[in-house]
């Protein structure tokens, strides 16, 4: 049983647009949670993260918003380039171990011309 | 080069046969990790090492061997590849420190025929 999901395996939009990127997890003990980004034939480099004490961070044009009621996070890139096209993975923590990712499946995002 | 490498990039082999998959990092970073990709599941923890010496399971050990002689170096064994480990492995390491960000190797794609 998938403790970090992702259900949008694709995702397409236009350059210049926004990008939604979704993500649930089920283990309400995770308190630090990652975006990272993959783009083919590399390894994953880290994006952004937010703990649990806040809701929104923000690092450019990327924000990351956090629901912890709906154990629910988001990435959203604003505004959308090529360059961003990449597989992104949502990954979360515990406090305790925060050495140890759990990962989502991973989303593949193609950002249009 | 600076930075976590892997090799081989690329390895087939064939069931049964005993496989080595290489990490290094030059960071002296105190916590480095193993991981699986596979469609579907995102990155899988497969096994992590704290220190030289020191190295515990994660979510998917069973099959695989690591080594941890050096802070810089941690290898990863099939020891009787299986068709079932066909996937694609990374590397990573951080210095282990609370939300401490992973850095991830470029991968080593792997095919048991």
């Known amino acids: 049983d998938q403790q970090v999901k992702q259900n949008s395996p694709s995702l397409s939009v236009q350059e210049g647009r926004i990008s939604i990127l979704n993500c649930d997890y089920t283990n309400s003990m995770f308190d630090y949670f990652l975006w990272y980004k993959k783009y083919p034939a590399e390894g994953p480099t880290f994006l952004i993260s937010i703990s649990s004490i806040k809701d929104k961070n923000e690092d450019g044009r990327f924000t990351v918003f956090l629901n912890k009621s709906a154990k629910h996070l988001s990435l959203h890139i604003v505004p959308s380039q090529p360059g961003d096209s990449a597989v992104y993975f949502c990954a979360a923590s515990l406090m305790d171990s925060s050495y140890k990712l759990i990962f989502g499946s991973g989303t593949r995002l193609l950002v249009r011309p | 080069d600076a930075g976590i490498t892997q090799s081989p990039r690329y390895k087939i082999t064939e069931t049964g046969r005993q496989v080595t998959l290489m990490c290094h990092q030059t960071?002296?970073?105190?916590?480095m990790f193993w991981y699986r990709q596979d469609l579907g599941h995102g990155l899988r923890l497969i096994y992590y090492?704290?220190?030289?010496?020191?190295?515990d399971k994660g979510e998917v050990p069973d099959g695989y061997v690591v080594s941890r002689s050096k802070t810089e170096n941690f290898p990863l064994t099939l020891e009787s590849a299986t068709r079932s480990q066909t996937s694609v492995y990374f590397c990573a390491s951080s210095e282990g420190r609370l939300q401490e960000t992973q850095y991830f190797g470029p991968g080593t794609r792997l095919l048991v025929l």
């Open positions: 090492s704290a220190a030289a010496d020191i190295t």
């Open positions: 960071w002296s970073h105190s916590y």
